[in-house]
């Protein structure tokens, strides 16, 4: 086992030390307490300090020493807590620098002493031939030997301070020791019950007062520490309240003098004022505390509803344009079948088909008439965002019309079904009904209204579905349904396109569609307006009539009509 002994004692070595880390935690743990900053100034800050060795409830306390005043004078009535700061005090340092947490709140500050001396309690001795006041006097004289040699990283704890002797001469004996320890550059705290050193603390810098709270109502201490304010003995009070005499106490006050007992009053409203003071410092933290929670709530809930509305945009963006793009293939599909459905129809009328497959070309154009009206005005619901976002051929009926001349009359009055002239509105439409009562029933486009009956006129006379008595041939039947169809998808399409403002891919596919349209209505000649300005919109629209096969012809209009910023275009016959 001998030669094992070195290993062996380093191993008990380690295991007291690991023992010692959880003892530790496991005293923080017990004594909910906190570990403390560490600082190199010389600075103690404790915030809501608890005696670790005094059994709950507590009263914590609050201490500051070493920035601006380095010495700290505790007054007030007996019983108070006044040795409890002191101790308390003292414990914190030693245990920080034990490695130790301490029992207070977050926030406590603490820094590395190299000696702490205290001079607490009754050292008399009958062995030693020592008093009260000799036993005092001793410690502090070994006291100031220890602090020559640490100076400010000194700790000095002082216990009713010049007691034990006679009043005047122990309070000045008091004040020479804490100038000495003051000048020193030590960190000090001490209790005391001499009004001198009260005065002594307001006169001199570096040095504060302090006192424990003692409520004159139910007769006990508070163990609050009131840092700023001295403390009174209320002696006074106090005997009176026990039931002593009032003329006894009466007696007492006027042997002291009428400046201590204006002193005494003067420390009393202090305190007062000082309590009074704290109540409301606070209430107003409280309300800090209260306002920057609710604030912090609605920074939370205002990017909360920011992201909210981040995702309901994009989701709706998202959507419309899911929507705007279904819109559109719909769309092209139906100009596409429009178109082919166009081609069979022509060349089923230079064929001369049976009657029931022309009857069969109307019925799918009509269908194909409404499913596009049915699609246009479901995109045109669409929200604000929405419609501004969608292609601009779908908001075509919303441009502004140019006004256009008048056909001449076709020499007899309109029927239902035929295609008229609107006098007023300079558009073609459809008569619906017989006229009655000066109005007649008519429809634009997608739309029916109700006009004046002198304000119409006919314009092409509708061809029979039926012959005329004399009969015409399949050709011609044909041909003029072909006519028929042709006149309906006139009335719904615009003279006129507009293609101001648009990015020069927007404009092309905007005249594509309108071409395709007036070629499929056969209208001509129409207007294209794309502005003069930097004249690329007049190229690219140039460019693309110049290759279209059913393009006959085009030129700027006259100037009052638009001059250069127009084109009208002429279709091939």
């Not at 005293?27 to 100034?41: F, G, K, S, W, Y």
């Not at 502005?531 to 100037?559: E, Q």
Request: aromatic share 4%; with cysteine.
């Amino acid at each position: 086992m001998g030669r094992h002994a070195d290993a062996l004692l380093e191993t008990l070595g380690a295991l007291g030390e690991i023992d010692l880390v959880f003892a530790r935690g496991k005293l923080a743990h017990a004594m909910d307490a906190v570990e403390p900053l560490i600082n190199r100034e010389g600075f103690i800050g404790l915030r809501r300090a608890r005696h670790p060795l005094l059994s709950a409830p507590v009263v914590p306390i609050d201490v500051d020493l070493g920035r601006e005043n380095r010495v700290l004078i505790i007054t007030g009535p007996n019983t108070g807590g006044k040795t409890v700061a002191l101790k308390t005090v003292g414990l914190f340092c030693l245990m920080a620098q034990s490695g130790l947490h301490v029992p207070a709140h977050e926030g406590c500050t603490l820094p590395i002493f190299r000696g702490i001396y205290a001079d607490i309690g009754d050292e008399q001795s009958i062995q030693q031939s020592l008093s009260t006041f000799s036993g005092h006097i001793t410690n502090i004289a070994e006291i100031l030997k220890g602090v020559e040699f640490t100076a400010q990283r000194s700790l000095v704890l002082l216990d009713e301070a010049g007691a034990g002797t006679d009043p005047t001469e122990g309070a000045a004996l008091a004040k020479s020791i804490l100038m000495t320890l003051l000048h020193k550059g030590a960190r000090v705290i001490a209790t005391t019950h001499y009004g001198e050193l009260k005065e002594f603390a307001y006169s001199t810098d570096g040095v504060e007062n302090a006192s424990v709270e003692f409520n004159l109502e139910s007769l006990r201490p508070t163990y609050r520490l009131l840092i700023g304010t001295p403390g009174a003995s209320n002696a006074f009070t106090i005997s009176a309240r026990l039931g002593l005499p009032e003329g006894v106490v009466q007696a007492a006050r006027g042997m002291i003098g009428t400046d201590r007992v204006v002193l005494s009053e003067v420390i009393q409203r202090l305190t007062d004022d000082q309590r009074a003071q704290e109540v409301d410092v606070r209430k107003a933290a409280q309300a800090a505390r209260d306002i920057e929670q609710k604030r912090a709530q609605y920074e939370r809930d205002l990017e909360r509803l920011r992201q909210e509305r981040v995702d309901i945009l994009s989701r709706a963006r998202a959507e419309a344009d899911e929507t705007l793009r279904t819109a559109r293939r719909e769309l092209d599909n139906l100009r596409e079948e429009m178109r082919r459905l166009d081609r069979e129809t022509r060349k089923a009328a230079q064929e001369g088909p049976a009657e029931t497959d022309i009857q069969k070309f109307r019925e799918r154009l009509s269908e194909l008439d409404r499913r596009v009206d049915k699609r246009a005005l479901k995109v045109e619901r669409r929200s604000d965002a929405t419609i501004q976002r969608a292609p601009r051929v779908l908001k075509k009926r919303k441009e502004p019309a140019v006004v256009q001349e008048a056909p001449a009359p076709a020499g007899r009055p309109p029927a239902v079904g035929d295609v008229i002239w609107i006098a007023g509105l300079n558009q073609r439409g459809v008569l619906l009904a017989p006229p009655s009562g000066g109005k007649a029933q008519v429809q634009i486009g997608v739309m029916r209204t109700t006009v004046p009956e002198e304000n119409i006129q006919l314009v092409l006379t509708p061809t029979p579905t039926q012959p005329r008595s004399g009969g015409l041939s399949a050709a011609g039947s044909s041909q003029a349904r072909a006519t028929d169809i042709r006149m309906r998808a006139r009335a719904n399409i615009s003279p006129e396109v507009n293609l101001r403002g648009l990015r020069a891919d927007e404009a092309l596919t905007k005249v594509e569609e309108y071409v395709d349209q007036v070629c499929l209505a056969g209208l001509s000649p129409v207007r294209i307006v794309h502005g003069k300005g930097t004249g690329a919109l007049k190229k690219m629209v140039w460019d693309y009539l110049k290759g279209h096969p059913n393009v006959g012809g085009f030129h700027h209009p006259a100037d009052e009509e638009g001059g250069s910023g127009v084109t009208m275009v002429q279709l091939r016959d």
